[in-house]
């Protein structure tokens, strides 16, 4: 069974830089295109950044180009998010999903991030 | 982007019931359809791909169809279990994009 740990949430302040990390278990993880997922209730589900099974095809929410940064080890079977310049309009939960026959099929428990002075 | 729209956007039902969800994209999107299910502080869960494809360990009483533009989610025979929230979200061109959800409540 895909299983997906998230870590490395937290209260950060305006301006400031996260790195969310999504530890992988149960699958070759190499196999499997990522993506970061986030939610808020105001907002919904908005999907971010999506990495494949080894490192390429990166792409990016346009709300976080050129302030996130996906990447990926399969060394340590992690993908990561390194996330800089936060707003407040970055309060979210994150999720990392694993691609399987669809896109976002197999998920994290979700990291809170909450951006505040 | 490819907007996706949702309706009705809560529903009340009874145990028992069944209940349809629809679901509307902005532009053709083929088959590229995934329906989740996310009951509150969890993780969305991926019931459906490919519009019609139910996830392995996914019970029959789900169902989706539709192509193109337009498609439905529909549950049978209502459980406690499955008053939760419904998302669709299409996969036929990026970015991502999810629709706003349907609240399924009990009557």
């Known amino acids: 069974e895909v299983y997906l740990l998230e870590s490395g949430g937290g209260f950060v302040e305006p301006g400031g830089t996260r790195r969310l990390s999504c530890a992988a278990s149960g699958v070759t993880f190499s196999d499997h295109a990522m993506s970061w997922v986030r939610q808020t209730a105001e907002k919904g589900l908005e999907w971010v950044a999506i990495i494949n099974g080894r490192g390429g095809g990166i792409m990016y929410a346009d709300s976080v180009k050129g302030r996130f940064t996906i990447s990926r080890d399969n060394t340590k079977n992690t993908l990561y998010l390194e996330m800089n310049s936060l707003t407040a309009d970055d309060t979210a939960v994150y999720y990392c999903?694993?691609?399987?026959?669809?896109?976002?099929?197999?998920w994290g428990q979700g990291s809170l991030v909450t951006v505040s002075s | 982007d490819i907007r996706m729209s949702q309706s009705p956007s809560s529903l009340s039902a009874s145990i028992g019931d069944t209940v349809t969800i629809t679901c509307r994209a902005s532009q053709g999107i083929s088959n590229n359809l995934a329906w989740f299910q996310q009951k509150p502080g969890k993780a969305p869960k991926s019931l459906i791909y490919g519009a019609t494809s139910l996830q392995s360990g996914v019970p029959l009483k789900f169902s989706g169809s539709g192509s193109g533009t337009d498609f439905t989610l529909t549950i049978t025979n209502l459980q406690p279990e499955d008053f939760a929230t419904y998302y669709c979200q299409q996969y036929g061109s990026y970015p991502l994009t999810f629709g706003g959800g349907t609240k399924v409540d009990i009557k």
């Open positions: 999903a694993a691609r399987g026959s669809g896109t976002l099929d197999y």
